[in-house]
């Protein structure tokens, strides 16, 4: 069978972790093709429109925009599988038979199964929560934006610790224009020794960013300090700044904690802390480390989301 995979992102590294090996895919599609990704070739769209196949899973989240792009290009579009089609409120996806006979029922029923009985009440189409590209996940977006407005009078800067492409660091540089805003990431993906017992296909999609595309993302780009490197180390310097509001996604347990340990003192009083994937079973680290936190330094005042990844406020 001949099994393409639109994206390179998260969306097909985890494909490629829980249900495809790469081996099975003949090659990654994106608009522009070049390089690798997970040791298979990177073509272009149009490329694949002049070769015979069956099925291409969509793994990123503009759905419509790749839709559009192959149907312009002459591609079946009952050869199409959408894997983030649960941030829509229709189903796009025209079949699933090819679906399950190639990545299995278990697979198949995630899919199409809960994600988008969470979503879809929230979701209208007048109403892009989050536009395309970005995040789609409306309880988390719409929380930091209540959390940016109970934040006047509160001093400090704001910051994130695991940036990637910036999809969340742009709403928070829009929504507080006149902070600093901090990003901390290698931009380079997660640190080797510490992602070591995680997918493969995981690791090599953070690997997919850079300081500039993240920069270009900004509304307020002149706002925002950029600390690449491996955190802790990247926090030097910084011991006596205040922040206000500190984004932590850093999925992993070490680098987690270390966050923890970094902001928590040195958040203003009315601050906020949002720690992302805290309650995502994917990503168990992350509710290790506060557990540990927890224990260091005493309990947190603090409510879980029930946005699509478990982000825990913690009020300071
Ligand atoms: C899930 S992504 C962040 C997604 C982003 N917050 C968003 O919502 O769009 C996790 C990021 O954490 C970064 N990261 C994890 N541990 C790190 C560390 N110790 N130092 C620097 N970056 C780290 C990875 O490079 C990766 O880009």
């Known amino acids: 069978m001949k099994i393409y995979v639109y994206g390179t992102g998260c969306g097909a590294g985890d494909l490629a972790d829980e249900a495809l090996p790469p081996e099975r895919i003949k090659a990654f599609v ?95 189409e007048k109403e892009r929560i989050a536009g395309e590209g970005s995040d789609n996940d409306y309880v988390r977006v719409k929380t930091l934006e209540a959390i940016c407005l109970r934040l006047a009078g509160v001093p400090g800067a704001a910051a994130e610790l695991g940036v990637y492409r910036g999809g969340f660091a742009r709403r928070i540089n829009e929504l507080l224009p006149e902070r600093t805003l901090y990003l ?8 080797p020794a510490e992602s070591a017992g995680e997918g493969r296909g995981f690791a090599e999609a953070h690997k997919n960013t850079g300081v500039g595309e993240v920069l270009a993302a900004l509304p307020h780009p002149g706002r925002a300090v950029i600390r690449q490197g491996l955190f802790p180390a990247t926090a030097a310097g910084l011991e006596r700044e205040r922040f206000a509001l500190v984004s932590l996604d850093a999925d992993l347990e070490e680098s987690t904690l270390a966050g923890l340990r970094f902001f928590l003192p040195r958040m203003s009083a009315g601050g906020y802390v949002l720690l992302h994937d805290w309650n995502n079973p994917k ?34």
């Open 30 to 124: 994106e608009r522009a093709g070049g390089a690798s990704f997970l040791g298979r070739p990177v073509i272009a769209l149009e490329e694949l429109a002049g070769r015979d196949f069956d099925l291409l899973i969509v793994a990123c989240r503009d759905a419509e925009g790749v839709e559009r792009d192959c149907l312009r290009l002459g591609l079946p579009g009952e050869k199409l599988l959408f894997l983030k089609n649960h941030v829509r409120p229709v189903d796009r996806n025209r079949s699933y038979d090819t679906a399950r006979a190639v990545l299995g029922d278990a697979f198949v029923e995630r899919l199409i199964g809960s994600e988008r009985l969470i979503r879809v009440p929230l979701w209208t």
């Open 184 to 191: 901390f990431d290698s931009f380079e993906g997660f640190d």
């Open 283 to 316: 990503l168990p680290g992350v509710k290790r480390a506060l557990e540990r936190f927890e224990t260091e330094r005493g309990r947190l005042a603090a409510v879980p989301l029930c946005d699509v990844n478990g982000t825990l406020v913690i009020a300071c």
